[in-house]
Every structure is written in C-alpha cells, then in structure tokens.
Nanobody, 122 residues
Framework: QVQLVESGGGLVQPGGSLRLSCAAS????????MAWYRQPPGKGRELVAA???????NYADSVKGRFTISRDNPNNTVYLQMNSLKPEDTAVYYC????????????????WGQGAQITVSS
C-alpha cells in the first residue's frame, strides 16, 4: 500500500503562485503514474495533471500553460507548480498514484493524499 502526504496549500491572491508537494512512502515500487486531482466546492473530483514514470505529462485544458507537474523519482515525490492562479482554481487538491501508465479516471488511482485546500481570493 502507498501512503501519500501533501503539503503546500493555502490562500493566495489572483495572479499569484503556489507549489504543492506530495511525498509517497510504502509500496512505492508499485507506482507508475502520479497525478493531481482537485475538487471545487460542490463539484466532483477532476484530473488536473498526470505524469507517468516515463515522464510524458498531460493537463486539463483549464490549467495548460499555468500549471506544471513534475516528479522526483528517487525521492518518490510529485510536485504541482501553479502560476497565474484564478479564483476558479479554488478547490481541495489531492495527489494520487496509479500502477498504470495510462491513468485518466478516478478508478485508475488506488492511493490518495489527504487533500490540500487552495483558495484563490483577493
């Protein structure tokens, strides 16, 4: 089993930046894809960005050009750099891991972090 611990959430003004980190422990050899999801207030969970072990990233259209996902494989950590933040980015952000190279839906991910609140407001 994989355990995930997130850090880096908070309150930021529109146009600002934040970086989320997520450290994995436990059965890390089972990890292929690492990803970030988010859940806005009153809405479902949506994929923000994903990065398989091969390194080919994919992003939600709403964050392309503003967010960057990266991973540090030796330290089993995934990051989400968020720039030019907008109020509609307000959500709880979750990191997740999957044993699959292609993982795009919630059911593909077996391990989840505790969630980090990101609030974008002036």
């Amino acid at each position: 089993q994989v355990q995930l611990v997130e850090s880096g959430g908070g309150l930021v003004q529109p146009g600002g930046s934040l970086r989320l980190s997520c450290a994995a422990s436990g059965s890390v050899t089972s990890i292929n894809t690492m990803a970030w999801y988010r859940q806005p207030p009153g809405k479902g969970r949506e994929l923000v960005a994903a990065i398989p072990s091969g390194g080919s990233t994919n992003y939600a259209d709403s964050v392309k050009g503003r967010f960057t996902i990266s991973r540090d494989n030796p330290n089993n950590t995934v990051y989400l750099q968020m720039n030019s933040l907008k109020p509609e980015d307000t959500a709880v952000y979750y990191c997740a891991t999957s044993p699959f190279t292609i993982a795009t839906v919630v059911a593909d991910f077996g391990s989840w972090g505790q969630g980090a609140q990101i609030t974008v407001s002036s």
